[in-house]
């Protein structure tokens, strides 16, 4: 139980496209999804906590316009990376949480590459 | 603040050593705190947590004990194969003051096991 599941695992893109990627609950529902960041060997960050059908709160530095996160369902949250860049190449991990329960459960991440 | 810190990597060990990967925590309230373990190229999975002082975590033959005497969440295992070679994060969450249960992670340790 508790599998999270992120689509798609990898992808590459041209500077000034957008991507979005998509992080499902798929044996329980998520009233909660975080989106982190994950440079190379290095921690996560937490780039913003969504709520279903509620607005996404961010951290602070994360640009809200650029990374639009869409939580519609509580089983679906979606990160579109707006006008990438190369700046932008990262590892993308989302990861759910339900109800009071402090435990999440997380994706297996997401590679974007921005040439 | 809440904080997390690690003892910081590489630890590299033989097959069948003991490891111990040291966590100290600082937190205003009362934590749960997790052990993630993330392998190459791949999201986070949940390890073992504990969410009260003087719980213990185990799974897989690892094990951690919640010391809030110490504020220490340390993770050991008594005989370690080539298999858990893998990044392993620390991490508290909070709900009960009021926080949106988002994990603030320690910077993570990479262990390494030579056959």
Same mark, same amino acid.
């Given at each position: 139980?508790?599998?999270?599941?992120?689509?798609?695992?990898?992808?590459?893109?041209?500077?000034?496209?957008?991507?979005?990627?998509?992080?499902?609950?798929?044996?329980?529902?998520?009233?909660?999804?975080?989106?982190?960041?994950?440079? *190379?060997?290095? +921690?996560?960050?937490?780039?913003?906590?969504?709520?279903? $059908?509620?607005?996404? =709160?961010?951290?602070? &530095?994360?640009?809200?316009?650029?990374?639009?996160?869409?939580?519609?369902?509580?089983?679906?949250?979606?990160?579109?990376?707006?006008?990438?860049? *190369?700046?932008? +190449?990262?590892?993308?991990?989302?990861?759910?949480?339900? $109800?009071?329960?402090? =435990?999440?459960?997380? &994706?297996?991440?997401?590679?974007?590459?921005?040439? | 603040?809440?904080?997390?810190?690690?003892?910081?990597?590489?630890?590299?060990?033989?097959?069948?050593?003991?490891?111990?990967?040291?966590?100290?925590?600082?937190?205003?309230?009362?934590?749960?705190?997790?052990?993630?373990?993330?392998?190459?190229?791949?999201?986070?999975?949940?390890?073992?947590?504990?969410?009260?002082?003087?719980?213990?975590?185990?799974?897989?033959?690892?094990?951690?004990?919640?010391?809030?005497?110490?504020?220490?969440?340390?993770?050991?295992?008594?005989?370690?194969?080539?298999?858990?070679?893998?990044?392993?994060?620390?991490?508290?969450?909070?709900?009960?003051?009021?926080?949106?249960?988002?994990?603030?992670?320690?910077?993570?340790?990479?262990?390494?096991?030579?056959?």
């Amino acid at each position: 139980g508790a599998v999270v599941s992120q689509h798609p695992s990898r992808v590459i893109c041209k500077s000034g496209t957008s991507v979005k990627i998509e992080c499902r609950s798929l044996d329980f529902q998520a009233t909660t999804m975080f989106w982190y960041r994950q440079f *190379p060997k290095q +921690s996560l960050m937490l780039m913003a906590t969504s709520n279903e $059908g509620s607005k996404a =709160t961010y951290e602070q &530095g994360v640009e809200k316009d650029k990374f639009l996160i869409n939580h519609a369902s509580l089983t679906l949250s979606t990160l579109t990376v707006t006008s990438a860049h *190369p700046e932008d +190449s990262s590892f993308y991990i989302c990861s759910a949480t339900s $109800g009071a329960a402090d =435990t999440q459960y997380f &994706g297996p991440g997401t590679r974007l590459t921005v040439l | 603040g809440n904080s997390v810190t690690q003892m910081e990597g590489p630890v590299t060990l033989s097959e069948e050593a003991f490891l111990t990967i040291n966590c100290t925590y600082t937190a205003t309230g009362y934590p749960s705190l997790f052990w993630y373990v993330q392998y190459p190229g791949e999201g986070l999975q949940l390890l073992l947590k504990a969410t009260k002082a003087d719980d213990k975590g185990s799974n897989k033959g690892f094990e951690a004990t919640y010391r809030k005497e110490t504020t220490s969440f340390h993770l050991e295992k008594g005989s370690v194969q080539v298999s858990d070679s893998a990044v392993y994060f620390c991490a508290l969450s909070d709900l009960r003051s009021g926080n949106t249960g988002k994990l603030i992670f320690g910077q993570g340790t990479t262990l390494q096991v030579k056959p």
